[in-house]
């Protein structure tokens, strides 16, 4: 009985889909953050996907120092809102008023350095509020 001959078919091309934040995740654990912004560069990790995987870093305890200052520097503050100021730049606000209340301002604190929880200075003027990191 003759063997019946076996079909060679080609290898599928390689998919460029995007990473889940998993991958990046791991990538950013085993390479560090330089790995990171390759995948961003050639598309296969999403902007949102290298936040979840930060935030994911966070929660589990992770040292992500490095990545963190990535996301800062190169992805900015998020979808929502404008961008965070940068340091020496004017910005122009308007006061806001809930129902009843009195005239106040919401302002962004990262280009301060401050996070959730952390302390600020706020000295009041004549004409203006000063405020510090403390």
């Known amino acids: 009985m003759a063997k ?4 060679k078919t080609k290898a599928a091309p390689r998919s ?4 889940s934040y998993k991958d990046i995740q791991i ?3 085993a390479d560090g953050v330089g790995t990171v912004e390759r995948l961003m560069k050639e598309g ?3 902007r949102a996907a290298v936040r979840r995987a930060l935030d994911a870093l966070r929660q ?7 990545l963190d200052d990535f ?7 998020g ?7 940068l340091v020496g730049t004017d910005r122009t606000y308007r006061a806001q008023q809930l129902s009843t209340g009195s005239p106040f301002l919401r302002l962004p604190l990262e280009a301060l350095g401050v ?3 952390g302390l600020v200075t706020v000295r009041f003027e004549r004409d203006r509020i000063i405020v510090s990191k403390t």
């Not at 460029?16 to 990473?19: D, G, Q, V």
């Open 4 to 7: 019946a001959a076996s079909k």
């Open 16 to 19: 460029s889909k995007r990473l």
């Open 27 to 29: 990538a950013y654990l």
């Open 44 to 46: 296969r990790a999403s």
């Open 60 to 66: 589990q305890g992770a040292a992500a120092a490095t």
């Open 71 to 77: 996301v800062k520097s190169h992805l900015g503050q």
């Open 79 to 85: 979808r929502r809102g404008r961008s965070a100021p």
């Open 115 to 117: 996070r959730k929880g």
